[in-house]
């Protein structure tokens, strides 16, 4: 047991400093992770090859107390149910490596941490289970109350590389707060994709938060970024999505109440700047819309904005309707409160 409070689980362990490299790994038993954090613990690991085949046994993976961890090439694969391939309760920096979760979401962010992928594949074929309540991700940002993290904003950034997500919906967010940064990232949605983005509550299955008052409070970014998919939120949340620099997001914004409980004031405020588009692919909602960019549908016809009370913002030949409590076409403000995010 490491005096920082690490876990004795997982074949490279780091409680002060180690560096690792060129190595392969394999561990097979449940919470055996390949590369490991914990207790305030720095990792170094260059062109390894790990491989995992428990459960609860990531590929890269870090525990209560947190560190540092720098990864630089090498592949890293998950076999296990429950196993993503990057865990990730520390401050952790990937670059230039295959990351595979085959029984698992490919990467789970609990809490005040962060994770920097640049020019990786980040690959999740999470199983349906039951106790997801119908709902199936890739990379999820989330608070599970299980002590393991601190309470505060996860913040998930990847610049280049792949994210191919084989099973359900790409990105998850809920129990917490949430910053999503993506530029140049290939977007592979599984065929029949739940979602792009869902930023709402959660029933309680797994116990994260208590149902009502669980909800996320999102900020998500993209930068010369092309989406499919549905963004879905509720009245528990507050999603800021901003597309900038040539962005284009094909799908629907969608407001769903199915684990809002009684609900709450909940917004979704979309920032599309000049250079940025929005194919409608159905009926959407958001709270506050600022376009300067394009919306249209598939057909490439005008899409109709209509406020709250009735008046027509926007009007359009679509057969798609975007209702929304206020309306400007001043999405510029998006890249200001971006660059202001990132300072």
């Given amino acids: ?44 690991a260059e062109n390894l090859t790990v491989t995992t085949e428990g459960e609860s046994a990531a590929a890269i993976r870090s525990d209560r107390g947190g560190g540092t961890m720098t990864v630089s090439g090498g592949s890293y694969t998950s076999k296990g149910v429950g196993s993503p391939a990057v865990y990730v309760t520390a401050d952790i920096t990937i670059s230039d490596a295959q990351l595979t979760a085959e029984g698992s979401e490919a990467l789970c962010l609990e809490g005040r941490n962060a994770v920097r992928l640049y020019d990786c594949t980040l690959a999740g074929d999470m199983r349906d289970l039951d106790v997801n309540s119908g709902n199936t991700w890739n990379v999820i940002v989330y608070q599970s109350m299980s002590g393991d993290s601190q309470i505060g904003k996860g913040r998930f950034e ?129 709270s506050a819309l600022h376009c300067a960019g394009v919306m249209m549908d598939e057909e490439g016809r005008a899409v109709r904005v209509v406020l709250a009370d009735g008046t027509v913002a926007v009007e359009g030949e679509s057969e798609h309707t975007i209702t929304a409590d206020s309306f400007d076409a001043d999405g510029d403000s998006g890249a200001i409160a971006q660059q202001d995010a990132q300072a």
């Avoid at 876990?7 to 055996?32: L, P, W």
């Avoid at 010369?224 to 040539?246: H, K």
């Avoid at 409980?261 to 599309?272: A, K």
């Fill in 158 to 286: 990847m610049t280049g590389g792949t994210i191919e997500a084989k099973n359900g919906g790409v990105f998850y967010t809920t129990n917490t707060q949430s910053e999503f940064v993506l530029e140049g990232v290939d977007i592979l949605a599984a065929e029949d994709c739940e979602y792009l983005l869902r930023c709402t509550g959660n029933d309680n299955a797994r116990g994260w938060g208590r149902t009502g008052e669980n909800g996320a409070q999102c900020t998500f970014t993209a930068t010369g970024q092309q989406m499919r998919g549905d963004v879905i939120w509720d009245s528990v949340s507050e999603l800021d999505m901003y597309l900038c620099a040539g962005s284009r997001l094909k799908g629907a914004l969608v407001q769903d109440e199915s684990c809002a409980g009684e609900g709450g004031s909940g917004t979704c405020d979309l920032y599309i700047d000049a250079d940025s588009t929005w194919v409608v692919t159905g009926d959407s909602r958001v």
């Fill in 1 to 44: 047991m490491c005096p920082g409070g690490g876990s004795r689980y997982g074949c490279m362990i780091a409680c002060g400093v180690a560096r690792v490299s060129d190595t392969v790994i394999t561990t097979k038993q449940n919470t055996s992770g390949g590369i490991h954090v914990a207790g305030g613990g720095t990792l170094y």
